[in-house]
């Protein structure tokens, strides 16, 4: 029998949560080397523009000023995505954003760099914009990528799942719907930094407040012509990244570019406004859904369209579109599943990942869709979703492999504590309550660019003084990694976390994990440091059980000492344990891997949506709304979450409360909008967050499914808990005024318009109401997986 | 640009710096005095990440000129430990989980730490009140909230 886990299930602080709490955790823009030098950019004023000509003579004049580059100087082409590679660090011949970085400097100080970005001429040709999908989708624009006229498609894709027109046929009741989710963005309050220093022997070391050092390290080599063995790239603690900083950027490569140039330690720091411009955030999408059910309210069949307007380049835009088709089946036995979706090019920062990856728009559509499905069926909104709930070890039609799964008690759980099924519909005139789900990936199935290595890759050293030091690439961006892979560690070797040395993020000292994205880090890296610290363990255990004349079998790893079960002070300190082990064995180092079993389905865009897990979520919300004016008090929220195993408790019920926090921000304030292709307010004073007093309680409640291949059982919720907030608002807002908004963010002048169309006698909705005419072609038709019952 | 030699007291300590008139104290506390312990977050004084104290009450540093400051009294989260012992604040941010990445919680404990010193036992609204002004984008404010009261009860001990 397994001993009760020692470290793993405890509320911990952080093992950095002093360094935090005493200011002394250095950011990016916090380090500085000895004559560092600033660097700036100089960004596009048009939204769509040829550039003619760029006279940099009067800035390289300027005293102070040690080097001026444009798009001449770093020429190779790069994209996060191996599809996508259509980004330059410094605009080639065109800029198709406002705030596109066109040219830079590195100077002395940061006055001296201003004016001469001031001083650097550019002659522009304006070229008509493109400002939304309906635009971009249109034959008579031009082209953003390429030459003339047509529809900006970056992408459109058309799968088929089994028998979608007779699952239809089957239904007793057809809904169809439109939603659409205004985009928004990240805004980490750390803004975007990189300090980059070209050494004499030729060896470039770049710091950044990165999600991914790796495909950092890659693309610097790429794009500036070097070995990676000549790179080191350093991730520094994040200051908030929420997906904001999982891109490759401009800056980073400039700053190296500069380094390389001046010979001088560079460092570009980017203001608020530039981190609007930079965006890669949450995509706004149009979408239809169209569901049939059975009267006990099973769903037969489903047909989604969405259109997602990308901005001006690829990002990861590729995996975007098929995120917002791939996750409907994890939370819903679906029987039939059509999904056609295009991503558009606009002229506009480019979108990109932000928390919940592409699927927090379709999830917000789904769930109000089926609420509203429910009540034409006359069932309630635990009934059925309860009917349609996917079930644990599982293949859903799209090939997805579902194994621990505790959505049932999630539902069960998040009603039971909010009371809902007594307060729904009951709560009186401008109180409601709404519930909705979600589920998220544990990790992202497959690695960005094709390669057979592990995802992640742990190593563990012991020193003579039972000290133990633990690397790994992985980087934290506040979601608490770095102590979740103390814990793992500490646990198998019966150590307290804080006692550990966590090196990581450094690509000269870490061997590689893909990065703090996809939510993979506590199952990816987790089980790689699990398999590198039963490593070390059989070691000690090995030597320990000769010392002790025991069985290895029988001792115990616990509270810093190694003892036969039942006897733990006969035993011997960790200190000794390592002595002999190191007298056994020689040095004391292991190493752990992790990759994902292989779960691509027979069909082109298979490896999105695929996941070692997933995660699952409920939450029920309380609003008290004022008819009047339309304002939204979110009162309380409920919210319960499938964690496989919680191994910090504490950490886990922080990114629940974040998420939902998160949720509530999209749901009733944020928007990145624009007037055409101009940001409307590219600064925290325009771009409304929640503060302290919007937002309400949050009650966490943990379900535990111990999933059969997480590290000690363990799943993600860095992203999972945000999904089913936003709809439940959303949900809870027409428990409370009869309006349906079906569009996010839910701002009072969309409330107010939906009353006043519930007023004149209409159906009291707010929403799109038309479609662009796209054509996505005959769909692709996959056969679902072999013994997939059609319920 | 017209230069000043100005006398800051920060963290205890006095210096005497040449510095240019248009400069913000948030600028000269990071670059001159290498005191990083205070982030930028929008130099436009709506984030609260580069809150500092001055004689005692949470100045926005990105929105005060370091000449102003002269003659008054500056504290800063590298100043917030006292005799080596971390402030009751620190201590419970870190035990709540009050902090996620970090960044926000040098401005978020200052300004609580003007509260606690104006009114040493807050109610929990009087909290939300004093810290609406420093934003926090990880941990949804509520354990932030926990840290503040658990300060306030162990220092009213």
């Given at each position: 029998m397994e001993a009760e886990h020692t470290v793993v299930g405890r509320r911990r602080p952080r093992v950095d949560a002093m360094a935090q709490t005493t200011g002394r955790l250095a950011y990016a823009d916090d380090v500085t080397l000895p004559g560092t030098v600033i660097g700036r950019q100089l960004r596009s004023p048009h939204a769509h523009a040829l550039i003619n000509a760029i006279d940099t003579s009067r800035a390289e004049a300027l005293e102070g000023v040690l080097a001026v580059i444009t798009g001449r100087d770093l020429p190779t082409a790069y994209g996060i995505l191996p599809v996508s590679q259509d980004e330059h660090a410094l605009a080639v011949e065109k800029v198709r954003h406002v705030g596109e970085p066109v040219a830079a400097v590195a100077a002395l100080d940061a006055e001296t760099a201003e004016e001469a970005l001031r001083l650097i001429q550019v002659e522009y040709r304006p070229l008509d914009d493109v400002a939304t999908i309906e635009e971009a989708l249109t034959e008579d624009r031009p082209l953003l990528h390429g030459q003339g006229v047509g529809p900006n498609v970056h992408r459109s894709v058309a799968l088929e799942f089994g028998d979608v027109d007779a699952g239809f046929a089957r239904a007793d009741h057809i809904r169809e719907d439109l939603f659409f989710f205004g985009g928004n963005t990240h805004a980490a309050l750390e803004l975007h930094a990189a300090l980059a220093s070209s050494e004499a022997d030729g060896k470039l070391t770049v710091w950044s407040s990165t999600q991914v050092p790796h495909y950092l390290h890659r693309t610097v080599a790429t794009v500036l012509d070097l070995e990676m063995n000549r790179i080191r790239v350093i991730a520094t603690p994040n200051g908030g990244g929420f997906g904001g900083k999982t891109d490759l950027f401009s800056h980073e490569l400039v700053a190296a570019k500069l380094s390389m140039l001046t010979g001088r330690p560079v460092k570009i720091t980017l203001t608020r406004e530039e981190v609007f411009y930079t965006h890669r955030g949450r995509h706004p999408v149009l979408m239809w859904l169209r569901t049939g059910f059975r009267s006990d309210g099973s769903i037969t069949s489903m047909h989604l369209r969405t259109h997602l307007d990308g901005g001006a380049y690829g990002s990861y835009g590729m995996a975007s579109l098929y995120y917002t088709g791939a996750l409907q089946t994890s939370t819903y036995r679906i029987p039939n599943y059509r999904f056609e979706g295009v991503r558009a090019f606009t002229n506009k920062p480019p979108c990109g990942p932000k928390r919940g990856h592409g699927t927090p728009q379709p999830r917000f559509a789904l769930e109000c869709h089926l609420d509203q499905a429910a009540a034409e069926l006359g069932l309630d909104p635990v009934t059925i979703r309860l009917r349609n709930?996917?079930?644990?070890?599982?293949?859903?039609?799209?090939?997805?492999?579902?194994?621990?799964?505790?959505?049932?008690?999630?539902?069960?759980?998040?009603?039971?504590?909010?009371?809902?099924?007594?307060?729904?519909?009951?709560?009186?005139?401008?109180?409601?309550?709404?519930?909705?789900?979600?589920?998220?990936?544990?990790?992202?199935?497959?690695?960005?660019?094709?390669?057979?290595?592990?995802?992640?890759?742990?190593?563990?050293?012991?020193?003579?003084?039972?000290?133990?030091?633990?690397?790994?690439?992985?980087?934290?961006?506040?979601?608490?990694?770095?102590?979740?892979?103390?814990?793992?560690?500490?646990?198998?070797?019966?150590?307290?976390?804080?006692?550990?040395?966590?090196?990581?993020?450094?690509?000269?000292?870490?061997?590689?994990?893909?990065?703090?994205?996809?939510?993979?880090?506590?199952?990816?890296?987790?089980?790689?440091?699990?398999?590198?610290?039963?490593?070390?363990?059989?070691?000690?255990?090995?030597?320990?059980?000769?010392?002790?004349?025991?069985?290895?079998?029988?001792?115990?790893?616990?509270?810093?000492?190694?003892?036969?079960?039942?006897?733990?002070?006969?035993?011997?300190?960790?200190?000794?344990?390592?002595?002999?082990?190191?007298?056994?064995?020689?040095?004391l180092m292991a190493s752990g891997s992790y990759r994902a079993p292989r779960l691509a389905g027979p069909y082109r865009g298979s490896g999105v949506g695929i996941s070692p897990a997933y995660s699952y979520s409920a939450a029920v919300v309380e609003v008290d709304c004022d008819r009047d004016t339309g304002m939204v008090d979110v009162k309380k929220v409920w919210l319960a979450h499938d964690i496989g195993r919680a191994i910090n408790p504490l950490l886990v019920e922080g990114q629940i409360e974040g998420s939902v926090y998160m949720a509530l921000g999209e749901a009733l304030f944020e928007e990145q909008a624009f007037r055409r292709t101009l940001h409307r307010g590219p600064s925290l004073l325009d771009y409304k967050m929640p503060t302290f007093l919007e937002m309400p309680p949050v009650e966490s409640i943990l379900v535990e499914s111990i999933d059969p291949e997480g590290p000690f059982g363990a799943k993600e919720v860095g992203q999972g808990p945000l999904l089913p907030v936003i709809p439940a608002v959303a949900n809870a807002i027409h428990d409370a005024l009869g309006v349906r908004i079906d569009e996010v963010p839910i701002t009072p002048d969309k409330i107010v318009a939906a009353l006043r169309d519930l007023d004149r006698g209409g159906p009291g909705r707010f929403g799109p109401t038309d479609l662009p005419d796209f054509d996505f072609g005959p769909p692709w038709p996959v056969e679902p997986p072999e013994g997939f019952a059609v319920p | 640009m017209a230069k000043r030699v100005v006398t800051l007291s920060v963290n205890g300590a006095t210096t005497e710096l040449l510095v240019a008139e248009h400069r913000t104290l948030l600028e000269v506390l990071r670059h001159d005095l290498g005191l990083v312990g205070t982030k930028y977050g929008c130099d436009l004084g709506e984030c609260g990440t580069c809150t500092v104290l001055v004689d005692g009450r949470p100045v926005l540093s990105c929105l005060t000129l370091a000449v102003q400051t002269e003659g008054r009294s500056v504290t800063t989260i590298e100043g917030l430990a006292r005799g080596g012992r971390p402030d009751p604040l620190q201590t419970a941010f870190a035990e709540h989980g009050a902090a996620q990445c970090g960044y926000c919680t040098p401005g978020m404990l200052l300004t609580a730490r003007a509260l606690l010193d104006d009114r040493p036992d807050p109610s929990r609204d009087d909290i939300k009140q004093a810290l609406a002004g420093n934003l926090c984008r990880c941990t949804g404010y509520n354990k932030i909230l926990d840290a503040v009261e658990t300060a306030a009860r162990e220092s009213g001990i």
């Open positions: 709930a996917i079930e644990p070890h599982t293949m859903t039609v799209n090939h997805l492999r579902i194994t621990s799964c505790g959505l049932n008690e999630c539902i069960e759980k998040v009603v039971e504590a909010s009371a809902f099924d007594s307060r729904f519909g009951r709560l009186g005139p401008g109180h409601g309550v709404g519930l909705a789900i979600g589920a998220y990936l544990s990790g992202a199935g497959l690695p960005i660019y094709f390669n057979d290595m592990p995802q992640s890759e742990v190593q563990i050293k012991v020193d003579r003084g039972g000290g133990v030091t633990v690397y790994s690439m992985a980087i934290d961006i506040g979601q608490g990694s770095t102590s979740m892979l103390a814990t793992v560690v500490g646990e198998r070797l019966g150590l307290e976390p804080g006692e550990l040395a966590m090196v990581t993020a450094d690509t000269d000292l870490t061997p590689v994990d893909l990065g703090s994205y996809s939510s993979r880090v506590t199952f990816m890296a987790g089980n790689a440091a699990l398999e590198a610290a039963d490593r070390i363990r059989d070691m000690i255990l090995e030597a320990v059980a000769d010392e002790l004349e025991a069985d290895v079998g029988d001792l115990v790893v616990a509270h810093g000492r190694i003892f036969v079960r039942g006897t733990p002070d006969a035993g011997v300190a960790w200190t000794d344990a390592v002595r002999a082990a190191t007298e056994r064995f020689g040095s | -």
